[in-house]
């Protein structure tokens, strides 16, 4: 299996732009995670899917952040307009089981430069 | 409020075993001990977990406590592609919620 695949790898945008990141989850997993990291807050949970439905989106962390899962195979993550403060390294996971012992794996994440 | 503490940095030697510890002395009684390292520049992976039994795997052995108020890591052959920060995070069965704290900052030296 490839694993959880995230695209872009680097992405560099001026503010107010919009930005999209994708990501493939692992054939057959039905649960998918974003998080945002940077130095000032680790790792942070932004949204949860289940089924393809958004469960928690707590973390979003405002209006301008948007998440959709179309389907099981596809998910992005949408930041509109873009802000340097959303400059991060933004990851996406996926599980197997939603719930016991449910092992997450992550992407290899894209890293967005906000200028 | 951090469910675990961990020391932020060690460093070991090439070929030896690593000991990773963690604190977890408010865990409950349905919430599991998982560890996460993350590579320099990679996402974060999956190592291990366990409930109150010692685990292994072809990566690591989780051993805890029988009080399970804290647990150890162990690479038991550390090499240079272990350096890492390592994540130590309780959580319920039944919970999605992976809760990152600061981690320990694991450096293999040869």
């Known amino acids: 299996d490839a694993g959880v695949i995230q695209s872009p790898r680097h992405e560099v945008t001026e503010m107010g732009q919009e930005v999209t990141l994708r990501c493939k989850p692992i054939?057959?997993?039905?649960?998918l995670f974003w998080y945002r990291q940077t130095m000032m807050r680790g790792l942070e949970l932004l949204i949860y899917?289940?089924?393809?439905?958004?469960?928690?989106d707590s973390g979003m962390p405002e209006d301008r952040f948007s998440a959709k899962m179309p389907n099981a195979s596809f998910s992005t993550l949408k930041i509109q307009p873009s802000e340097p403060r959303d400059s991060a390294v933004y990851f996406c996971a996926s599980s197997l089981r939603d719930g016991l012992e449910n092992e997450q794996y992550f992407g290899p994440g894209t890293r967005l430069t906000v200028t | 409020d951090a469910k675990t503490t961990q020391p932020p940095s060690m460093d070991c030697a090439e070929g030896r075993a690593a000991n990773l510890p963690c604190n977890h002395s408010t865990i409950s009684g349905n919430e599991y001990v998982y560890w996460y390292r993350q590579i320099h520049s990679q996402g974060p992976q999956y190592i291990i977990h366990g409930l109150k039994n010692n685990e292994t795997n072809e990566m690591a052995s989780l051993i805890i406590t029988e009080d399970r108020k804290s647990s150890t890591l162990i690479l038991p052959h550390a090499t240079l592609r272990d350096t890492a920060v390592y994540y130590c995070i309780v959580r319920a069965g039944d919970d999605y919620k992976l809760s990152f704290g600061a981690g320990t900052t694991v450096t293999v030296r040869a």
């Open positions: 899917f289940n089924n393809n439905v958004p469960i928690d």
């Open positions: 054939s057959g997993h039905n649960s």
